[in-house]
């Protein structure tokens, strides 16, 4: 799979760095591009990119590249990500995917449109862990719902239950304690930083 990449900056150079790292023939780090105005020479030189395209528009016009990765500025996730599947590539963006529930869905029916593989650069969902957390959030989903602890048809004590409730632990939900199991999720796919490079799994 020939990769290109748009942007040259921190999180383009880790990617590169760790898509050497795995040292895997059928990943090819193919083609890089800059900022406009700016040159990435250097960075191909340093992370082995074969080609120096001068704009995103090149490198995404280049028949070879299969899949254009995007690692620029927020804003301009939603653009590069239209340009690319609009030149038939699959894409992975970096996070967050756009800036809004319309420009994601646009980009969803987009690359649903053109049978495209379009995704974005969360990593902890490719992980092995995962699983695990998705197992132990439908259990406490099962626990809280159907366990008894809570039992209410109540629509809004269900929705402080995604934010706020730990069966178990004594805390009620909509209790005004936000250090919640919903938002605890979310730091483990978001930030834990731990779970990089197979450092160990940390639930805060
Ligand atoms: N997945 C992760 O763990 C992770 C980590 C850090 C950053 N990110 C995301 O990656 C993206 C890039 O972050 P970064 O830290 O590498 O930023 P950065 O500023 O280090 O690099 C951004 C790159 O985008 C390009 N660029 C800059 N200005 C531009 C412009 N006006 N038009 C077009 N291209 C421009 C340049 O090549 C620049 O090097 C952000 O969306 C960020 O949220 C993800």
Redesign the pocket.
């Known amino acids: 799979m020939n990769i290109g990449i748009?942007?040259?900056?921190?999180?383009?150079?880790?990617t590169s760095d760790i898509m050497n790292q795995l040292d895997d023939p059928s990943i090819v780090l193919y083609a890089c591009a800059?900022?406009?105005g700016?040159d990435?020479t250097e960075f191909a030189a340093k992370y082995g990119w074969k080609k120096v395209c001068a704009s995103?528009e090149e490198l995404m016009s280049d028949p070879a590249v299969d899949l254009v990765y995007i690692?620029?500025?927020?804003t301009?996730?939603y653009d590069l990500c239209k340009q690319a599947l609009n030149a038939g590539k699959a894409v992975l963006v970096?996070?967050?995917f756009a800036i809004n529930d319309t420009q994601a869905a646009e980009l969803i029916a987009l690359a649903e449109e053109k049978g495209l593989f379009l995704c974005e650069?969360?990593?902890p969902s490719f992980l092995p862990v995962r699983k695990a957390i998705d197992e132990e959030i439908t259990a406490l989903s099962r626990e809280f719902f159907h366990g008894g602890h809570h039992r209410q048809t109540d629509g809004r004590r269900y929705r402080h239950a995604g934010q706020c409730a730990v069966p178990g632990s004594g805390q009620e939900p909509g209790a005004g304690r936000r250090q919640s199991a919903g938002r605890r999720a979310l730091h483990v796919g978001l930030h834990d930083r731990p779970l990089w490079g197979g450092g160990g799994v940390r639930l805060r």
């Not at 690692?71 to 927020?74: G, I, K, T």
């Open positions: 748009c942007g040259t900056g921190t999180i383009a150079s880790w800059t900022a406009p700016f990435c995103y690692a620029v500025p927020n301009f996730h970096e996070k967050p650069a969360l990593w």
